[in-house]
């Protein structure tokens, strides 16, 4: 849940890595606010970008203090295990009998 202006550009050292995963369970901005404290307290964390509503996160990290495996076991540990997909589902669309 980094707040970011329109134009600004995340900093990139390089020797930094991201790690990008859909995760289960995450449904609020509550949800997101957990992961984001969670996951900036570790070491190596440099930024931290929730989107509850897409599911997602993403982790600029650096390799050589924390690895990509030991995130996703704190993801899982948080509650928010990542979903290991090839496919990324579509959009669930309202019915017409729902509306």
Do not use: H, W
């Not at 995963?21 to 929730?50: F, H, P």
Request: net charge positive.
């Amino acid at each position: 849940m980094e707040a970011r202006s329109a134009n600004a550009e995340p900093r990139v050292d390089s020797d930094e890595e991201s790690l990008d995963v859909r995760v289960a369970n995450l449904d609020c901005e509550s949800n997101a606010a957990r992961i984001d404290r969670a996951l900036k307290q570790r070491r190596g964390v440099k930024s931290v970008t929730v989107y509850s509503r897409a599911a997602r996160g993403a982790v600029r990290f650096r390799p050589e203090e924390v690895c990509p495996d030991a995130l996703r076991e704190q993801l899982r540990d948080l509650g928010f295990p990542p979903v290991v997909s090839t496919t990324i589902p579509s959009t669930p669309r309202p019915s017409a009998s729902s509306c």
